[in-house]
């Protein structure tokens, strides 16, 4: 059985727009990993899409295509709605904002490691169970 992992959309975008750490993160489309994430990584992956093209750093073709080839990215996509309670309760308790929490919760709920390029992610949840759970795409081997 292979390893499933959560990534969230700082890693995912990665995929589709050149960025710092973008080869680690082609790494992983790469690799045997099953790659998971709630639905909503396919909306904040987009969002980010369209600050590219606003910034003239992409196509609206280009844009639109990359759109189009996100969900094929992932093995599984999750239903956001499972979770968002469960973020809204973590994000109040650690102040942050809850479309960075479902991707906690997601991995918390799969038993999975969560991936991400989310350095205030990790600071916020360093010494929590869940922080031992996530890994930064920079650290990621």
Request: net charge neutral.
């Amino acid at each position: 059985m292979r390893e499933q992992v959560v990534v969230d959309s700082c890693v995912s975008v990665k995929w589709v727009v050149r960025e710092q750490d973008t080869e680690k993160a082609l790494g992983l489309l790469a690799s045997d990993l099953d790659l998971v994430a709630p639905d909503t990584v396919l909306i904040e992956v987009a969002n980010a899409l369209w600050k590219n093209v606003r910034r003239r750093l992409i196509t609206l073709d280009q844009a639109q295509r990359r759109v189009g080839d996100l969900p094929r990215l992932f093995n599984r996509l999750l239903p956001t709605r499972d979770f968002v309670a469960e973020a809204f309760t973590l994000g109040a308790e650690f102040d942050m904002p809850i479309y960075d929490c479902v991707y906690v919760v997601a991995s918390r709920r799969i038993g999975a490691r969560l991936i991400t390029a989310d350095s205030k992610l990790i600071a916020k949840l360093a010494g929590t169970p869940d922080g031992r759970n996530i890994v930064h795409l920079s650290d990621w081997t």
